[in-house]
């Protein structure tokens, strides 16, 4: 089934228009892992990346059921109040959601979605973690471009796609709940590193004072931690985002936050690091698919593979004799 194709000025002049259903289609292009798509959404890019970058973005990271949707759509009406436009993106590694089937996220955030200064993604599918953090970022530029103003980037809580939406955003929140014992248990001294804000979330009913309790603890263990590299030490708060209690608070913190990072200059060096690291990524990301795209390297790898399998030939060997000949037949 084809339908009528816009071309890359179409994009442009919509996205600048700041109509959301061209937005939907670019990034759909985006996602697209058709070569003339790709090729497109290359080209929609560059020339939209003078308009990018307008924008404070924030990761929230957290592990299922914590509520970050809840957050969200909290959160959302109370900064387009404040006269934002908010975009939320989110990176999820397990997606099988295709293109068009936003409904999943509507029902997760019924009330945000209903504000036309709102735009809701769910995660690009993808073979790989990679791949769909690279398809974020780009989505990312795209919404700036289209004049929103704050990125919320959404993730859920598994290990490694933290680690990429935080390569990706100006600051790091994290949403937590109060636990019975041991504060700190099953928190990855990782996540704890790059966290900019830890927020404990339904602060509420019978939870109010444990979500208290935590908080003091939680502010005393971040004292234990290194510096970070912002040189801003995170700050614990509590709020309830069923509620819509202490959201107030949560904001004004990313807010100073933004504000510190700006005056020391980390906000801007930062974000430099990150489009290195961007590119380096993506070179990766090329290099490998030319590789492996390679008639030589299709045409050995599965009997290769089946040595090293069989424990005939060692992987640093075969690795560096196919690159050789990778460089010969190039
Ligand atoms: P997510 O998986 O992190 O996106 O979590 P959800 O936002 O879907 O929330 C998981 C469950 O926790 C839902 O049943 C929410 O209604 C509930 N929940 C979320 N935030 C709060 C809160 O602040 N207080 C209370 N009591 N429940 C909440």
New binding site residues.
């Given amino acids: 089934m084809s339908r009528p194709r816009l071309e890359a000025s179409d994009y442009i002049q919509g996205i600048r228009a700041e109509k959301r259903y061209v937005l939907s289609q670019a990034i759909t292009l985006v996602e697209s892992t058709r070569e003339h798509d790709q090729r497109l959404a290359e080209e929609v890019l560059s020339s939209l990346l003078k308009y990018s970058g307008n924008s404070l973005r924030v990761g929230i990271t957290?592990v299922?059921?914590?509520?970050?949707?809840?957050?969200i759509n909290a959160l959302g009406p109370f900064l387009i109040a404040k006269g934002h436009k908010v975009a939320v993106l989110t990176v999820d590694p397990s997606s099988k959601v295709s293109r068009g089937s936003i409904l999943g996220d509507k029902t997760?955030m019924p009330d945000l979605s209903q504000y036309s200064e709102a735009y809701i993604r769910p995660s690009a599918a993808g073979s790989t973690l990679g791949g769909v953090a690279r398809k974020t970022r780009e989505s990312m530029l795209l919404c700036e471009a289209a004049g929103y103003d704050i990125i919320l980037i959404e993730t859920v809580g598994v290990g490694q796609s933290e680690t990429l939406v935080h390569q990706m955003v100006d600051c790091f929140l994290l949403l937590m709940l109060a636990g019975a014992g041991d504060e700190l248990q099953g928190i990855k001294r990782g996540i704890m590193e790059m966290t900019d804000l830890l927020v404990i979330?339904?602060a509420?009913?019978p939870?109010l004072e444990s979500a208290r309790m935590a908080r003091l603890e939680y502010q005393k263990a971040l004292h234990l931690f290194p510096v970070p590299e912002s040189g801003v030490l995170p700050q614990v708060f509590s709020c309830?985002?069923?509620?819509k209690k202490g959201l107030n608070d949560v904001w004004q913190a990313v807010v100073n936050y933004q504000q510190k990072t700006q005056a020391s200059g980390y906000f801007t060096s930062n974000r430099r690091q990150q489009r290195l690291q961007w590119l380096h990524d993506t070179l990766g990301h090329y290099l490998e698919q030319i590789f492996y795209q390679h008639p030589i390297v299709r045409q050995q790898l599965e009997s290769l593979e089946q040595k090293v399998l069989a424990g005939e030939e060692s992987p640093a060997r075969v690795a560096r004799e196919l690159i050789r000949q990778f460089q010969q037949k190039s």
Avoid: L, Q, W, Y
Avoid at 64 to 71: E, I, L, Q
């Fill in positions: 957290g299922p059921g914590v509520g970050k949707s809840t957050f997760r979330n339904k509420d009913g939870n309830s985002a069923e509620e």
